[in-house]
């Protein structure tokens, strides 16, 4: 049974810094993303990345602010955000997809993600 938990959302003051931790249960390998969604806005892929390893793909809104780091052993993928901005502002989610992605590399579109967790909510204010 696949679960997914995020925590670590909260309010900050923009330039400050967030940790989201995400564990996942029910399996091993697979793409894995962090997501975000703002009300009145599609949800946007933030990072992707695969649990067996190579380096993960970063949004340009995010590339150079935002890291992802992950612990097998632990199940367990983390969201380190810093130099946070208001625009960050969104329900952020860890989601998990294919286990062995078609093609080579994982998906982007959040629509190629089947399993949620329910979300941690981040606020950054100017």
């Known amino acids: 049974q696949v679960q997914l938990v995020e925590s670590g959302g909260g309010s900050v003051q923009a330039g400050g810094s967030l940790r989201l931790s995400c564990v996942y249960s029910?399996?091993?390998?697979?793409?894995m993303g962090w997501f975000r969604q703002a009300p009145g806005k599609e949800r946007e892929g933030v990072g992707i990345?695969?649990?067996?390893?190579?380096?993960?793909y970063y949004a340009d809104s995010v590339k150079g602010r935002f890291t992802i780091s992950r612990d097998n052993a632990k199940n367990t993928v983390v969201l380190q955000m810093n130099s946070l901005k208001s625009e960050d502002t969104a329900m952020y989610y860890c989601?998990?997809?294919?286990?062995?992605?078609?093609?080579?590399?994982?998906?982007?579109?959040?629509?190629?993600?089947?399993?949620w967790g329910q979300g941690t909510q981040v606020t950054v204010s100017s």
């Open positions: 989601a998990k997809g294919q286990t062995t992605p078609s093609g080579g590399s994982c998906p982007r579109d959040w629509t190629d993600f089947a399993y």
């Open positions: 029910g399996y091993r390998y697979s793409c």
């Open positions: 990345f695969h649990t067996g390893g190579g380096s993960p």
